[in-house]
């Protein structure tokens, strides 16, 4: 009965990570949609919305922290060397991919940030394989070409003559990609030791603190109109913190690498979102182009998979 009753809530569990991580990555795609939706409508600066979005999520993450796990927010500055870690983490993690993400929205659309922003999985790829002095395996390979050919069909509809993409949305979508590379790299033992929420949180906050001095939000005149207010309140409140807090625990629920490459559904949730909602017109080219940077994911993400599942069978 006992086992019966194990093997129920087992189950329960994988259902809710595999819901969980799935509404995640559609509530990231849905914040992109809102992010190019203050760009084509409101005229917004992306500075202005980063440094926003930062500090209130940062704050807001922080504060729930506060209610769960409260000595570790006193722990991570009680050495010199983590409280730097910190701060790196912050400026160069969280702060840059955010702002290279929304600017390649800004110069594009939230599809195609997207879609160029996952390319920071096969830097991950090849950052992996220098240090560990290997060459990718064959399924890693074919992940990589895919990568290629995905950016080479959304940047030029698949024609060597012709670049419909402009040069900024190409260029701050690598950008998006590198730092999205960095903010995955950086804080892993930051995260092993006080946990992603707090480290998140701090990371957001001081992110945000760092920009002020740079882009002086508050010079920047803003419609402050409906439109604006419930846009920026749904980047904040579901695109970075409902959705930040279901991801930590499906990730907790079927593992890191399963949530994150159900998460990955953020390549479809955000192109599609923007053509229904936006009207933004995509063509061919450039679904075929999203499409294979999906596969690139999922391909990356195989070895992983079975990583995971070979420690759960040896559990």
Request: proline share 3%; hydrophobic share 50%; net charge positive.
């Amino acid at each position: 009965m006992k086992d019966l009753n194990h093997s129920d809530k087992n189950k329960t569990k994988e259902i809710r990570g595999i819901i969980f991580a799935l509404l995640a990555g559609c509530c990231w795609g849905f914040s992109g949609t809102m992010g190019q939706y203050l760009f084509d409508e409101k005229q917004m600066d992306s500075g202005w919305i980063t440094t926003v979005r930062l500090i209130c999520s940062g704050i807001i993450l922080l504060i729930i922290t506060f209610f769960t796990q409260r000595p570790k927010l006193v722990s991570v500055w009680k050495k010199r060397s983590t409280s730097i870690h910190m701060l790196i983490t912050g400026v160069f993690g969280l702060m840059l991919v955010q702002f290279a993400y929304l600017t390649a929205i800004k110069y594009s659309n939230a599809g195609t940030a997207t879609a160029l922003q996952y390319l920071g999985e096969a830097l991950l790829l090849l950052v992996s394989c220098i240090s560990l002095r290997r060459l990718p395996k064959k399924v890693e390979v074919f992940g990589l070409l895919f990568a290629l050919g995905g950016v080479f069909l959304i940047s030029t509809n698949g024609s060597i003559h012709n670049m419909v993409l402009t040069k900024q949305g190409l260029t701050w979508g690598l950008i998006a990609a590198t730092t999205m590379m960095l903010y995955t790299l950086l804080p892993v033992k930051l995260v092993k030791e006080f946990g992603a929420l707090v480290i998140t949180g701090y990371g957001m906050l001081i992110g945000g603190i760092s920009l002020l001095p740079i882009i002086r939000p508050w010079e920047i005149p803003v419609k402050a109109d409906t439109g604006t207010i419930i846009a920026m309140a749904a980047i904040i409140l579901v695109g970075t913190v409902f959705a930040y807090t279901i991801y930590l625990q499906s990730a907790a629920d079927i593992g890191g690498v399963k949530a994150g490459l159900l998460a990955a559904v953020e390549t479809i949730s955000a192109p599609a979102m923007s053509a229904i909602w936006l009207h933004t017109s995509f063509t061919k080219a450039d679904l075929l182009g999203f499409a294979m940077i999906l596969i690139m994911v999922i391909l990356l993400a195989l070895p992983g998979l079975q990583e995971e599942r070979t420690r759960h069978e040896n559990a």
